[in-house]
């Protein structure tokens, strides 16, 4: 209610409860001007001391939900994965690689996003096998009562043994959640996208179709697998495509601290390539886990 119509109503009760006075007999001062009035209760209603007066009826959880800050903040509610890897040799062969990953997913209502960098470097007898650094991220949008979803995705890569310098990605599509329950998850998906070569053949930017699929299945307490595909052709040309697969049993090794063990591969064939470059590149790794 507006602060003009509380003091005419507070005005309006006051004269009332003047006439039924003055009626009954007896006799009251005069009221003061109606400004004088409306002035006032606004200055009361203003004040830092009033009290915020609350149904009698709404409960405690009520009323605090209401007076409870909202958190909007765009970083709160992520869950942080750190994994790292290495090993070594010495002797007849001097063999080194490393392998680092990032990882940060977030769910809020019908939001979901992640995003991930992995870096791997490998040496034999002091010369550099391996130098690959990939970067992803995806946005998926939930749809109410609905299997369905939609999708953004983007993705930066760069290999030094690869017929290119960089590549990059951009695209979206539409999700379905074939399976979901406390263990088996399959989500299939499907779309379009952009994606460019950088200082390779060609620089051209060319038109993907995203078929893909992500599954998960959790075996027990302490173990469960992964695995993820997706075929990549190139629209104008069927014969140009990627095929981008992975997978990876994990085991929860302390569950109070979240520190778990992955061995896991990942299978990458570019029939584009070109060069020096092999179609097929196939990796395979064990790393420590981190969730936070």
Do not use: C
């Amino acid at each position: 209610m507006k602060q003009g119509s509380i003091g005419s109503l507070v005005y309006g009760i006051g004269a009332g409860a003047a006439a039924l006075t003055t009626t009954a007999g007896g006799a009251l001062p005069p009221l003061p001007p109606v400004d004088e009035v409306i002035a006032e209760t606004a200055s009361v209603l203003a004040s830092p001391q009033a009290e915020v007066l609350h149904d009698p009826g709404e409960s405690q959880a009520e009323v605090e939900a209401v007076e409870a800050p909202v958190e909007t903040s765009f970083w709160s509610g992520w869950v942080r994965r750190v994994e790292l890897g290495a090993s070594g040799t010495e002797g007849n062969t001097q063999s080194g690689s490393f392998r680092s990953t990032l990882r940060a997913t977030k769910k809020e209502g019908l939001n979901e996003l992640l995003v991930d960098g992995t870096y791997s470097f490998a040496t034999r007898d002091s010369e550099t096998t391996q130098d690959r650094f990939y970067a992803n991220g995806r946005y998926d949008r939930l749809m109410i009562d609905s299997r369905w979803r939609y999708f953004g995705t983007g993705s930066y890569e760069s290999d030094r043994f690869r017929d290119w310098d960089h590549r990059w990605t951009s695209g979206g599509g539409f999700g379905y959640q074939a399976i979901k329950d406390e263990q088996t998850s399959l989500l299939a998906r499907g779309g379009m996208s952009l994606a460019q070569d950088i200082g390779g053949i060609s620089d051209n930017v060319r038109t993907e179709a995203i078929l893909g699929m992500d599954v998960s299945h959790q075996i027990d307490e302490r173990q469960k697998i992964i695995g993820s595909i997706d075929f990549l052709p190139n629209v104008s040309d069927f014969d140009e495509y990627r095929v981008n697969a992975r997978a990876g049993w994990e085991f929860l090794i302390d569950p109070e601290s979240n520190l778990s063990l992955r061995l896991g591969g990942e299978e990458r064939y570019d029939a584009t390539a070109a060069g020096g470059s092999k179609r097929n590149d196939l990796s395979y790794y064990a790393v420590i886990a981190v969730e936070f």
